[in-house]
């Protein structure tokens, strides 16, 4: 079946500093890819998406790039905030009318 | 457009008993899907519906139901509550019709089982 295989955290950072969230999946046929970010008690925010191979997400200074050769969607921003700091879900969604999610990835961004 | 609405946003009940929450996605929007979120098993599909048929179900037991509404609007039902259901409920909705849209998600209700 469909899954997504995202870096464990948590990742802990200094304000500025570079971050790469990693993800791969496993998929049959075609998905579609994206990130959502989950800020404490609340729900789920689409971070952005790509939905076909070489296509790059991008929003609020983060991006990734649809790889199918590598199956991956990894998540990158060059600057990171303390406002930044949330959970982090890899998903995809394929023929099956379902999001199938990574683990998450909890960030911290220290002033 | 409203954002997609959740209510009621914190329930706590006690085993044995039965929950029922209620989605209202985005307007114009068909596809109502349900998630439930624990910190030991994550985000978890429960199903997803589109104009009133469940089009997918996810490895829940049958305590878990739902159903959609002629006006797009859902509901989950959880009867003889467990500790083990104690979790966020997360419902999303997207556009008509094709999958790999785009699912927005509302906010969630808290359900804590006692």
Redesign the interface.
């Known amino acids: 079946g469909n899954s997504v295989t995202q870096m464990e955290g948590p990742v802990t950072l200094s304000e500025e500093a570079f971050l790469t969230i990693n993800c791969t999946y496993t998929a049959t046929g075609y998905p579609s890819l994206f990130w959502y970010v989950q800020y404490p008690g609340e729900g789920l925010q689409l971070l952005l998406k790509a939905t076909k191979a070489d296509d790059k997400g991008s929003n609020k200074g983060f991006e990734a790039t649809y790889r199918k050769e590598t199956t991956s969607f990894h998540l990158e921003k060059g600057s990171v905030q303390v406002s930044d700091s949330a959970v982090y879900f890899c998903a995809l969604s394929a023929s099956d009318y379902k999001l199938s999610f990574g683990a998450g990835t909890t960030v911290t961004v220290r002033a | 457009k409203a954002g ?1 609405t959740q209510t009621p946003r914190y329930l706590i009940k006690t085993r044995g008993q039965q929950v029922t929450l209620s989605c209202s996605p985005i307007s114009g929007h068909r ?1 109502v ?1 349900w ?1 439930q979120q624990t910190p030991g098993q ?2 978890q ?1 429960l199903f ?1 519906y ?1 104009s009133e048929t469940q ?2 179900k ?1 490895n829940f037991p049958g305590r878990f139901s739902g159903r959609q509404f002629s006006n797009s609007r859902s509901e989950m039902n959880v009867s003889t509550l467990e500790l083990g259901d104690s979790a966020l409920y ?1 419902c ?1 909705s997207s556009q008509p019709g094709q ?10 209700t808290r359900l804590l089982v006692l």
Request: charged share 10%; proline share 4%.
């Open positions: 997609v596809s899907s998630y994550g985000l599909f997803e589109f089009r997918n996810g997360l999303a999958s790999g849209e785009t699912q927005y998600f509302g906010p969630g």
